[in-house]
């Protein structure tokens, strides 16, 4: 369990120079550090802009060495727009915006992010014109929700990095310990609700002219031991008051710990300054109208019939890992009784543990816990079991979270894609890899119309392991060669769906072969394709790879649906599918079928072979890909 060595910055304000002169001392006599979080405006606010343009380039050269890795928000100002085009074309791994909300792994810590402040407009063509700044100026209802999402799929958050202090987090702490230069203790009450939700061991923000490192707050016990979170405001870089915008700490990522020691208390704690304020069992009203000050909370009165009761832990029963073991994919009717009769056939279950999310919805995992550490081994083999028609996931106590991963990659009975299945279809197969596969598309719109899919049941690309995901990458590349052999352009799609028949979706990346002259056409014809049908796109990082370009799609989808382009030069664009939209399965196939010049081959159906044909096909496509195959 290492521990990462982190350094937090208040807003930079475009003095770039003077914040990596002080990063770089630090650095010396107290590093290494891991990395730079930098919360707050990032870029300069008025005619500074100018020379922090040049400063800037100078780092992203290399004429300036950039002293640890800077991972920032706070994407505005009057030079923001041209520094962050600076940053996209340089493609530097040093200097890197988060994004406008969402969370990523940063140096092994799992990072939220919310940029801006709350769009407080009314106007309707102002909100238009806001909703969507390039700058990042403001954030809307939207980029709340990806960031409560994401926090949802990724688990315990190490760091949440915003540019406004939460409304209440000066209350609940005795006024000596709050500084005196502090004379605004206003904030944002949707920051405070997002990190009541969020729960972050550390929340930096950057919008106040004073340093403050709040006493740590203990968050709500939802069934399974609470932690505790820790508030840093930081100054900006070189005020003139002298405040300190500058934090370092040492944090062991919550993903590499286990649960006693995530929970334990620290000396001086305090309750937490949101629950008052917030209240605790609230959902987020979801007609909300974003023109308005702030955004509608509902109270949350009762549970749905079909959720049973949360089991909180037995009187007298002494809390013992080693004696516990934990249960994900939990059915939400399955009462405490339940759960006890299911396990008692591995020993004597002493006690149930499992509470409310920070929504007051019945959580999906929980602990059960054993009289003897023996029954521990003998519950950890009905892993893959179900109860009540869901399927379990069962873990000990003591394992960290980043050990429990749901049981994937099992060749599922009536796949058309699980090529590990013996009635599997081998005679579209183009080639195939050690973890994934290439075979020529039933239906194909052209004849270099492919599809890239792992070997075993995945349901997408971000629950693909890292070497398949590799793999998979390595072919992408493979054919964008071949294609451009052949005067042509790569362009591709994943739709995620999940589907509850067949053991759900098996991931799978249509890749086309497009006329390079349509080439430049692609991104405005799937833009200008979304905008028709009511929905939008959202351009991930330019330039990320590997396990980083998963990381900003996780980011933005976190577990649900999604509509993800890959377009020619490798620039990205995904839609995360809310529940109950409505987008048609075949609309990626629609704009291809347009840019080949090809729009009446859109329909899959009308498109199909015999076998012959098919046959045919697909060993015309080997020929043409041998050259450049991976695997030869």
Not at 596 to 609: F, I, M
Request: charged content about 20%; overall charge negative; aromatic content about 8%.
């Amino acid at each position: 369990m290492a521990a990462r060595k982190v350094l937090l910055s208040g807003p930079c304000h475009g003095k770039l120079s003077a914040l990596f002169k002080r990063v770089a001392a630090v650095n010396k006599s107290n590093g290494p550090f891991d990395v730079l979080l930098c919360s707050g405006q990032f870029f300069a606010a008025g005619d500074e802009a100018d020379q922090e343009d040049t400063e800037l380039q100078a780092y992203l050269d290399g004429s300036k060495p950039v002293p640890v890795p800077t991972y920032f928000i706070g994407a505005h100002g009057k030079g923001a727009r041209k520094a962050m085009q600076a940053l996209a074309a340089a493609n530097s791994d040093r200097i890197n915006y988060l994004g406008r909300a969402g969370v990523q792994t940063v140096a092994g810590l799992t990072v939220a992010y919310l940029d801006g402040s709350q769009l407080a407009v009314s106007d309707g063509q102002k909100l238009l014109s806001l909703q969507y700044n390039d700058s990042c100026l403001y954030y809307n209802e939207d980029d709340v929700r990806r960031v409560k999402a994401a926090a949802d799929a990724a688990g315990d958050v190490d760091v949440f990095l915003t540019c406004e202090w939460p409304e209440g987090i000066t209350s609940a702490v005795p006024s000596n310990t709050l500084p005196e230069a502090l004379t605004d203790h206003s904030g944002s009450k949707t920051v405070s609700e997002l990190a009541l939700s969020v729960r972050p061991r550390y929340h930096v923000a950057g919008s106040k002219p004073v340093f403050f490192a709040r006493l740590p707050y203990m968050n709500r016990d939802l069934g399974v031991g609470a932690h505790a979170s820790r508030f840093v405001g930081l100054a900006a870089v070189g005020n003139a008051d002298k405040q300190k915008s500058l934090h370092a700490l040492a944090l062991v990522p919550a993903a590499d710990m286990v649960l006693a020691a995530l929970t334990q208390k620290p000396e001086g704690c305090t309750a937490s300054p949101y629950e008052n304020a917030v209240g605790g069992k609230r959902q987020h009203a979801e007609d909300e109208n974003l023109g308005e000050q702030s955004w509608r909370w509902q109270d949350n009165k009762r549970q749905k019939p079909n959720h049973a009761a949360p089991s909180l832990g037995r009187p007298g029963v002494v809390k013992d890992d080693k004696c516990t073991i934990y249960v994900k994919n939990l059915p939400f009717r399955a009462e405490e009784g339940d759960l006890e009769a299911f396990f008692a056939q591995c020993g004597k279950v002493v006690d149930v543990r499992r509470g409310l999310n920070a929504e007051g919805k019945l959580n999906g995992f929980g602990f059960i816990q054993f009289a003897t550490a023996s029954a521990v081994e003998r519950a950890c083999q009905l892993s893959g079991q179900e109860l009540m028609g869901r399927e379990l996931y069962i873990d000990t106590a003591t394992a960290t979270a980043s050990d429990r991963q749901p049981v994937i990659g099992k060749p599922v009975e009536g796949c058309w894609f699980c090529l590990s299945n013996p009635n599997a279809d081998t005679s579209l197969v183009a080639s195939i890899g050690e973890e994934c596969y290439m075979a020529v598309d039933k239906g194909a719109i052209t004849p270099m119309h492919v599809l890239l899919v792992p070997i075993e049941h995945y349901p997408n690309t971000l629950t693909l392991s890292a070497s398949c995901y590799a793999e998979m990458e390595r072919y992408l590349s493979a054919l964008q060669t071949c294609y451009a052999s052949q005067g042509m352009d790569l362009v591709a799609f994943e739709r995620y769906m999940k589907f509850l028949k067949t053991g759900g979706n098996h991931c799978h990346l249509n890749v086309m072969a497009i006329p390079t002259a349509a080439a430049a056409k692609a991104r405005q014809a799937f833009e200008s394709s979304a905008a028709a049908n009511s929905f939008s796109f959202t351009a991930l990082p330019a330039g990320t790879r590997g396990e980083a370009s998963r990381e900003a799609l996780r980011a933005e989808v976190g577990d649900g649906e999604y509509l993800l382009i890959v377009l020619p030069g490798g620039a990205r664009l995904v839609h995360p599918i809310s529940r109950g939209e409505r987008i048609a399965v075949s609309f990626g196939r629609q704009v291809i079928a347009e840019l080949a010049g090809v729009p009446d081959r859109a329909d899959w159906k009308t498109c199909a072979l015999s076998p012959e044909e098919e046959q045919k096909q697909t060993e015309a496509f080997k020929a043409l890909f041998k050259p450049y195959d991976i695997m030869q």
